[in-house]
């Protein structure tokens, strides 16, 4: 078989390679034949008699008090079996401790149409669903907010009132090294503004939740969640009963991307239902609730003003970012953060200043999806880097090699970095594309365009502060040869399970079919905090490796005495054990495992990992630091019709720096996955809203909360995509290993952009592109004016103080140099620069760009 | 109506994989819940509620049919395929095994659906080409894979009933070769 992997470190890569076994070898992903028999069970397939089918009653109204709700009609239909209001659950909760915000059912206010009041349960879902339309609900009307520039102008009535300022949820401004002289030393300095609008996950697999009681206060929770652990302690908040007897269970997720990492009030609703009533509740939502569901990607304005010397160096940065949050904190504080915290990973930037600031707004909630935070700002700063190149007439693959960050290093931003793969990461995609040869000089309306990316492989902090490991392993051995394997991580569809699995039957030199896994299930498996930010493979990886080696070196010191032999020639592999030197004398694995059980009694051993300390100290340090980064680089080929706009991506190169593909089956899937969703966002999904006029009660809903509207690539959409992966073999990560299914999709929004530029001359400073921009631009273009489509302002934000942090580079330690937490509470005061909220909504937003 | 069933449920038997079930059924319930709730056969999916995106995709007398948009009651007598009567025994259909060695499967959600419209489509064309498996499997919305493990995975698996020793290309199980 050609090993087509490229290798960074030849010597290194042997030397870990001769000694691998099944991992690097594309094999069959455990849950395989499950999911292409229909066996996988996912939460909406878990079935238990007796059942009540849960429906929640969702407001209709942008923002609004509860005046009354009346259930007489609902409760007077017949399979009605109960109802819940928010009263009942008066704790709030929220995945971020900073942000706990959300009631299960809103209590006094609702603040986004489709925000969830009350459920009612019935004893089939029909009935449920119309219990529910029955619900009488009285609403107080209240101001709607619908964007960030409305947020700005308008502080009262605030959404939350723990909002940094009116309805401006979290404000930041960390300051890095000396950005004004480095901006001095540049030669030219360019300043842009983009836009990158929001949009939802569209995992297949509409949410839901089905809860048991087992007694008056134990209960059990089957969910499509990618967290389970956090799912656990939301509702041990809620449900105000002892941690302890609350299981949750992930089932397997019909996809996710971070769109069931929050703790959702339906998980919250049926639970409190099924003690309750004292039989299983359950819900599904439909794809509309799906909708408002959401924590999707968080719309985002950004200023970006970046300095750079003649022969295309970096010398200053400053980022200014505004999200469009929704109705509630979810994950946007981590978001606001991720909006800068990146920009630092992949080129050398001695000087950095980011602001952001998050908006609530009557909208879903936006929160993580693949990248979290990151594509819209890399969509900026690469978009930025092919302008900055055209006019310093550099070749903009040639722009970014020199900038390139060195491996081993600390940022300006104190994150410290490992391997870093990108360079070769380029040169394989402008290599595969022709870019040298083709690159400005495909005839008009072709084009090539690149863009770079990094990514975490894994969250270096926990969601809340705490000393304990964030993946654990369980293994059980005994005489059958069996190794069950318990770990808390949850298959949402990338292979968590197959990474699980392999890393331990790697260990112990046995099949993949002699595992047993029991995985995300509270109860009864270790914690791992979930997956999301690309951590499942690393520090899975790490804990199963460190349960099996300490599984092996039990077995293998009982087999050595008992062969008398010294421990350390023993070797494990093709399900038997024997010395090194004397394959003749292997053993099966299970007799090996009947030797050490007779020795040691019943075994069973364990694995955990937490990830190295970050050197930064300062406030909001905890955002962004990675055990190690992953690196991508891609090309993408456009066709444009220079008559219409309208545009077919041709082809697309990737090359990704994944340390070692475990699985490269399975690694590619994430590769390609992450080009297929990045082009959905590039080209035509957006989550939008619009004012419904006057006549119709002038309430912002969304525009598409369907399928039918919500437009995502089919089968016809997809352009040809060739693969490299770079092996860096990162010390960091199990056999090397790092992320491979978010820094993927970074790239592919700006190398579109890019590429429209290489065919047609005209500049798309947002996404989606749709081709009406870029006509827009073409006619700009013929008329003299400047081909640019995109935002031409950013809205006035003060965002108060910056925190100072000396770089490295400055001798800094990593703290902040000064506080500016004091000076903070005359913000609002302070803020004289807001709009008068009339005027704002007059003035043609960048947000209404795409919403009109 | 027979005795015991009251106005607005109907009752039918129904031929699924070869099997008859009785069911009993909310009149206006489509083919979609029938077959997840009565005849508990959950290995068809729902993710639209509309037709969009295929992932409830089932056979009615050899022809894709989109179930959540089907009323029971019309296929009443009708042969109806699903994912779980793909396998012969114990044995996987060849479109299962490409699906699973591919990686053409990653979270499973949409791949009952596309494994029957694929079916369909073997049934009549032993040797599609990527456009004809594309045009198939329009209907279909995958949000993991980015397609191309599926029109590849298609293809294999139609080699293999045709005992052809075609496989895909090297490159979608080890990555592409960079070129010097």
Known sequence: MVKAISKLNDELADATESQLKIIGKPFRRVDGRAKVTGQTQFADDVQFPRTAYVKLVRSTVPHARIKNIDFSAALAMEGVLGTLIGEELPDKFGILPVSEDEHALAVDTVRFVGDALAAVAAVSEDIAHAAALAVEVEYEPLLTISSVEEALCTPEPQIHEYADDGNIHKKVSLKFGDVEAGMEQADIILEDNFFYEGSNHLALEQHSAIAFAEDDDRVTLYSSTQCPHYVHRALTKTLDIPASRIRVIACSNGGAFGGKSDPFNHEIVVAKLALKLGRPAKITLTREEVFYCHRGRHPVQMHLKTGFRKDGTMTAQHLRTTLDGGAYGSYGVASTYYTGALQTTTYKLPNYWFEGARAFTNKPPCGPKRGHGTPQPRFGFEVQLDKAAHRLGIDPAELRLRNLLEPNTITANWLQIGTIGLKECIEAVVRGSGWKERYGKLPEGRGLGLACSAYMTGAGLPIYWNHMPQSGVQIKLDRSGNVAVFCGETEIGQGSDSILAVVVAEVLGIDLKDIRLCVGDTDLTPVDLGSYSSRVTLMVGHAAKQAAERARDKIAEAVAEHMEVPKDSLVFANRTVFPADEPENAIEFSEAVVIAESRFGTLGTTGSYIPPRAPGRYRGAGVGPSPTYSYSASVLEVEVDPETGLYEVIKVWMAHDIGRALNPVLALGQIEGSIYMGLGEAVMEEQAFRRLPKRLSGALVHKMPSMLEYKSPGFHDMPEMTCYMIETDDEQGPYGAKEAGQGPLLPIMPALANAIFDAVGVRVDQVPIHPDFILKGLQAKKNGRDPRVGPTSFPDVDYGEPLIVHTPAQGGDGRAANDPKASKKGLRSASGTMKKREDALKEHSSATLTTD | ?180
């Open chain 2, 1 to 180: 109506m027979p005795p015991g069933i009251p106005d607005g449920m109907s009752a039918a038997v129904l031929k699924v994989n070869g099997e008859e079930y009785p069911v009993v059924f909310p009149s206006h319930h489509t083919l979609l819940e029938v077959l997840r709730e009565e005849c508990q056969l959950t290995g068809t999916k729902h993710g639209c509620e509309l037709g969009e995106c295929g992932a409830c995709a089932v056979l009615v007398d050899g022809k894709p049919v989109l179930s959540c948009l089907q009323i029971t009651t019309d296929v009443i007598g009708k042969s109806i395929r699903t994912v779980e009567g793909l396998q012969k025994g114990n044995d996987l259909h060849p479109l299962q095994e490409t699906f699973a060695d591919l990686g053409a499967a990653q979270c499973g959600y949409c791949t009952p659906g596309i494994l029957m419209v694929a079916e369909a489509l073997l049934e009549n064309e032993p040797e599609p080409d990527n456009e004809q498996i594309a045009e198939a499997l329009s209907g279909n919305i995958c949000r993991c894979t980015g397609y191309h493990r599926i029109i590849e995975a298609v293809k294999w698996a139609a080699a293999k009933q045709r005992g052809d020793d075609w496989r895909p290309a090297e490159a979608l199980f080890m990555g592409s070769e960079i070129p010097d």
